[in-house]
């Protein structure tokens, strides 16, 4: 049906004042009607980063569209406004939609997981001070869109017919997202928990197609929670349901089904539930109707639509539509030819129909890796706080060893004075360890690591945090991750051919149920996996946020934590800490790598026992002490954390010693997360518009190509999957 005119009480020209170019004038309203105007170029956007417009793209949905680019790092974005007018909604509504707006301003999946099945969520979420002479405008930031992306109705336009295998690749992904928005628990910024969010918004506008390799992906964007605060108050009000979210898809599979393109013109104004397609294979057009509630039996849930649709029969050759009849009749060799090019399109129609339903599949389990559109240098970041800035991390934790110890990334030096070289603004921001426990082990709730830094935030003590795991963490704080570390679980060398050698009983790997039984009791002899007659030894590292990731990843449910905890103090809460002091009975905690790597090889060498022990990869790689065992997730294959030159894991018979040089950390491991024990630093930060940004920017120059070299330097994973030619090698070896 066509579309209600937008905003009725503002008498426009061109009959919609969101895309009326007379409405632009330097008062912020349209001359004539006085509806807020398009905003022009250079106009400048403050929310966790200062935006800048570029131009004005249209309409989507209730909002305008900009380009725009970012300027703390010149990453290009998308903004889209939405618009409060005076003469639409009254004061009293302008309040309860601006309070709406932001504790919506944000959503993610309870249980921490980056993963978000082709949703457009935004990056930043912008509503105007209470005071404010612009409060009629709020906005909602995207990042990274792609250039290739165009909604829907755009692609259908110029691509129409489609082929009816590429129909259902668009179905299925669509069906896909929306499985994954109905199934999951997310947590607003409020920190409220709701078990799954409805849609309620698709239409050809919402679900955006990118034509990228392997093939077409499907988003979808602008969801009900959001675009129904900006509806008019006379626009009668909706309650999304999963089967109107299934119901649109039908609708949308109706537009995909037409043939030309006056087709998708008359059903802008005919009622599509008396849609009836006649050439359309007889189980397409079934399932369409069932989604739509035509027929028996509907759809209760998306995964059920799916499910079905991934069981339609093979399109025959029958099924394709007839061949366009031209004013030139082919020659038979031309026949023949054009039979066999169209052999050869459906035949890789098909193929890259199965290939995007097996990446999609791979990829989904996996964050992607950022991309390399990255500031090369330090001194190309914008808006570095001159202070006074202070921020914290856990005292004796993964970055106060990374920023403090000397030596790691050029002689007598820290990391730190190398940053605040290269920024020298930064020379007047302090850093504070916390002594903190990070995941409250020892019982007492109130030094749990998530609450205190919460509580330091909030009470603006500590500009911003950084942190090894933020799974504790309310979700209304921003969170930027800048690299990944990962543990790495170790048993002594011994190389390939000694007798005893456990890295070859094992076959070099150990699963991660093999690993919670050790560390639970459940495994007390290296017979019981494999291993030689022997008894076990179980080695820890006494950091805390450590001991929380191994919790979380290997140890997982609260029997077994108990367990862990249940031994641990069974030995006493003091690790070993100085050379020489003996370990009584297992496990036992250690204060540094050093001294736990010294123990295992002790232990093989000196009292042909065998222990194992777990620490960050960053300090164990480049020795020869221990072998760092590969990682066994449930239905996956081995990872190693470790990588030959030669981009092969290294192996029981690798000689460690001598080939220092010659293997490093798998980085594409960390960085897709497939490596079991990987997690990543990040910089947490409040939201709040008020404070100075030194979060946000400090994050930004730890992103930069510069900075994530020499992240990678001292044995961390890169953020970025960096160029191979980086300018910021480029300006080391300046340097040097």
Same mark, same amino acid.
């Given at each position: 049906?066509?579309?209600?005119?937008?905003?009725?009480?503002?008498?426009?020209?061109?009959?919609?004042?969101?895309?009326?170019?007379?409405?632009?004038?330097?008062?912020?309203?349209?001359?004539?009607?006085?509806?807020?105007?398009?905003?022009?170029?250079?106009?400048?956007?403050?929310?966790?980063?200062?935006?800048?417009?570029?131009?004005?793209?249209?309409?989507?949905?209730?909002?305008?569209?900009?380009?725009?680019?970012?300027?703390?790092?010149?990453?290009?974005?998308?903004?889209?406004?939405?618009?409060?007018?005076?003469?639409?909604?009254?004061?009293?509504?302008?309040?309860?939609?601006?309070?709406?707006?932001?504790?919506?301003?944000?959503?993610?999946?309870?249980?921490?997981?980056?993963?978000?099945?082709?949703?457009?969520?935004?990056?930043?979420?912008?509503?105007?001070?209470?005071?404010?002479?612009?409060?009629?405008?709020?906005?909602?930031?995207?990042?990274?869109?792609?250039?290739?992306?165009?909604?829907?109705?755009?692609?259908?336009?110029?691509?129409?017919?489609?082929?009816?295998?590429?129909?259902?690749?668009?179905?299925?992904?669509?069906?896909?997202?929306?499985?994954?928005? &109905?199934?999951?628990?997310?947590?607003?910024?409020?920190?409220?928990?709701?078990?799954?969010?409805?849609?309620?918004?698709?239409?050809? $506008?919402?679900?955006?197609?990118?034509?990228? $390799?392997?093939?077409?992906?499907?988003?979808?964007?602008?969801?009900?929670?959001?675009?129904?605060?900006?509806?008019?108050?006379? &626009?009668?009000?909706?309650?999304?349901?999963?089967?109107?979210?299934?119901?649109?898809?039908?609708?949308?599979?109706?537009?995909?089904?037409?043939?030309?393109?006056?087709?998708?013109?008359?059903?802008?104004?005919?009622?599509?539930?008396?849609?009836?397609?006649?050439?359309?294979?007889?189980?397409?057009?079934?399932?369409?109707?069932?989604?739509?509630?035509?027929?028996?039996?509907?759809?209760?849930?998306?995964?059920?639509?799916?499910?079905?649709?991934?069981?339609?029969?093979?399109?025959?050759?029958?099924?394709?539509?007839?061949?366009?009849?031209?004013?030139?009749?082919?020659?038979?060799?031309?026949?023949?030819?054009?039979?066999?090019?169209?052999?050869?399109?459906?035949?890789?129609?098909?193929?890259?129909?199965?290939?995007?339903?097996?990446?999609?599949?791979?990829?989904?389990?996996?964050?992607?890796?950022?991309? $390399?559109?990255?500031?090369?240098?330090?001194?190309?970041?914008?808006?570095?706080?001159?202070?006074?800035?202070?921020?914290?991390?856990?005292?004796?934790?993964?970055?106060?060893?990374?920023?403090?110890?000397?030596?790691?990334?050029?002689?007598?030096?820290?990391?730190?004075?190398?940053?605040?070289?290269?920024?020298?603004?930064?020379?007047?921001?302090?850093?504070?360890?916390?002594?903190?426990?990070?995941?409250?082990?020892?019982?007492?709730?109130?030094?749990?690591?998530?609450?205190?830094?919460?509580?330091?935030?909030?009470?603006?003590?500590?500009?911003?945090?950084?942190?090894?795991?933020? $799974?504790?963490?309310?979700?209304?704080?921003?969170?930027?991750?800048?690299?990944?570390?990962?543990?790495?679980?170790?048993?002594?060398?011994?190389?390939?051919?000694?007798?005893?050698?456990?890295?070859?009983?094992?076959?070099?790997?150990?699963?991660?149920?093999?690993?919670?039984?050790?560390?639970?009791?459940?495994?007390?002899?290296?017979?019981?996996?494999?291993?030689?007659?022997?008894?076990?030894?179980?080695?820890?590292?006494?950091?805390?946020?450590?001991?929380?990731?191994?919790?979380?990843?290997?140890?997982?449910?609260?029997?077994?934590?108990?367990?862990?905890?249940?031994?641990?103090?069974?030995?006493?809460?003091?690790?070993?800490?100085?050379?020489?002091?003996?370990?009584?009975?297992?496990?036992?905690?250690?204060?540094?790598?050093?001294?736990?790597?010294?123990?295992?090889?002790?232990?093989?060498?000196?009292?042909?026992?065998?222990?194992?022990?777990?620490?960050?990869?960053?300090?164990?790689?480049?020795?020869?002490?221990?072998?760092?065992?590969?990682?066994?997730?449930?239905?996956?294959?081995?990872?190693?954390?470790?990588?030959?030159?030669?981009?092969?894991?290294?192996?029981?018979?690798?000689?460690?010693?001598?080939?220092?040089?010659?293997?490093?950390?798998?980085?594409?491991?960390?960085?897709?997360?497939?490596?079991?024990?990987?997690?990543?630093?990040?910089?947490?930060?409040?939201?709040?518009?008020?404070?100075?940004?030194?979060?946000?920017?400090?994050?930004?120059?730890?992103?930069?190509?510069?900075?994530?070299?020499?992240?990678?330097?001292?044995?961390?994973?890169?953020?970025?999957?960096?160029?191979?030619?980086?300018?910021?090698?480029?300006?080391?070896?300046?340097?040097?």
């Amino acid at each position: 049906m066509a579309a209600q005119q937008p905003y009725p009480q503002y008498v426009c020209q061109q009959e919609n004042p969101l895309t009326c170019h007379a409405a632009t004038s330097e008062s912020g309203e349209c001359s004539i009607c006085h509806f807020p105007a398009i905003l022009e170029a250079k106009t400048k956007i403050n929310g966790q980063h200062p935006y800048e417009i570029v131009a004005f793209r249209g309409q989507r949905g209730n909002g305008r569209l900009y380009e725009a680019v970012n300027l703390t790092d010149q990453s290009p974005c998308v903004v889209k406004e939405y618009l409060l007018p005076r003469q639409t909604f009254s004061p009293q509504q302008v309040s309860e939609c601006r309070e709406a707006f932001i504790q919506r301003s944000g959503i993610s999946l309870a249980d921490g997981r980056v993963q978000n099945f082709r949703l457009v969520m935004p990056v930043d979420a912008i509503a105007p001070p209470r005071s404010s002479s612009t409060s009629e405008r709020y906005f909602l930031v995207y990042a990274n869109e792609s250039p290739t992306t165009t909604s829907l109705k755009q692609y259908l336009e110029q691509q129409t017919p489609l082929p009816i295998t590429t129909t259902r690749i668009i179905l299925s992904q669509i069906l896909q997202s929306l499985e994954f928005m &109905h199934q999951q628990q997310f947590r607003w910024i409020s920190g409220q928990l709701q078990s799954g969010i409805l849609h309620g918004n698709l239409n050809l $506008d919402s679900v955006l197609v990118a034509d990228q $390799d392997p093939g077409l992906l499907v988003y979808v964007c602008d969801f009900h929670f959001w675009e129904h605060l900006f509806n008019s108050p006379s &626009h009668p009000p909706s309650h999304p349901t999963i089967a109107q979210d299934l119901q649109a898809v039908g609708d949308i599979a109706i537009y995909l089904s037409t043939t030309h393109k006056e087709d998708l013109a008359s059903l802008e104004i005919i009622p599509l539930e008396n849609w009836v397609k006649s050439d359309l294979p007889t189980a397409d057009k079934n399932f369409i109707n069932r989604l739509m509630g035509k027929s028996a039996p509907p759809f209760e849930t998306a995964e059920q639509a799916r499910q079905e649709l991934l069981q339609l029969p093979p399109i025959s050759k029958s099924d394709l539509p007839p061949p366009q009849i031209t004013d030139q009749t082919p020659s038979p060799s031309r026949q023949v030819q054009f039979r066999w090019w169209m052999g050869l399109a459906i035949a890789y129609i098909l193929l890259g129909g199965v290939a995007l339903g097996w990446w999609w599949y791979k990829s989904q389990s996996k964050p992607a890796v950022a991309n $390399d559109n990255i500031p090369c240098c330090i001194d190309q970041i914008a808006n570095v706080p001159a202070g006074p800035v202070l921020f914290a991390a856990a005292k004796q934790g993964t970055w106060d060893y990374l920023f403090t110890q000397p030596h790691l990334l050029v002689r007598n030096k820290t990391l730190q004075q190398e940053l605040e070289k290269a920024q020298v603004l930064l020379q007047a921001w302090e850093y504070q360890p916390m002594p903190i426990s990070q995941d409250g082990i020892t019982g007492e709730q109130s030094k749990a690591y998530g609450p205190q830094v919460i509580s330091l935030l909030r009470e603006e003590t500590t500009d911003f945090i950084i942190a090894n795991h933020t $799974d504790d963490i309310d979700p209304s704080f921003g969170v930027k991750p800048f690299a990944y570390n990962g543990i790495a679980v170790f048993v002594a060398f011994g190389y390939d051919q000694r007798q005893n050698s456990l890295p070859r009983s094992l076959h070099g790997k150990i699963t991660l149920k093999q690993l919670r039984e050790l560390y639970t009791g459940r495994i007390t002899n290296w017979q019981q996996i494999g291993g030689p007659d022997r008894p076990v030894k179980l080695y820890f590292p006494s950091q805390d946020g450590l001991l929380h990731i191994f919790e979380r990843k290997v140890l997982v449910d609260q029997p077994s934590i108990v367990a862990f905890r249940r031994l641990m103090s069974a030995q006493g809460s003091q690790p070993i800490s100085q050379p020489g002091q003996q370990c009584s009975g297992s496990p036992c905690g250690f204060a540094s790598t050093t001294l736990q790597l010294r123990a295992v090889i002790e232990d093989y060498e000196d009292r042909n026992s065998f222990s194992i022990g777990f620490d960050e990869l960053n300090k164990v790689i480049n020795q020869c002490a221990v072998y760092p065992l590969a990682l066994v997730a449930k239905g996956r294959a081995a990872i190693s954390p470790f990588m030959l030159d030669n981009r092969q894991p290294i192996t029981p018979a690798t000689d460690l010693c001598n080939s220092k040089a010659s293997y490093s950390i798998n980085y594409r491991a960390l960085q897709t997360q497939t490596y079991p024990l990987t997690f990543s630093l990040n910089v947490v930060h409040a939201r709040d518009n008020r404070r100075q940004p030194a979060g946000q920017a400090f994050a930004n120059i730890l992103r930069t190509q510069e900075t994530q070299c020499w992240l990678k330097q001292i044995g961390l994973a890169p953020y970025h999957a960096m160029p191979s030619r980086s300018a910021c090698k480029a300006k080391s070896q300046k340097k040097s």
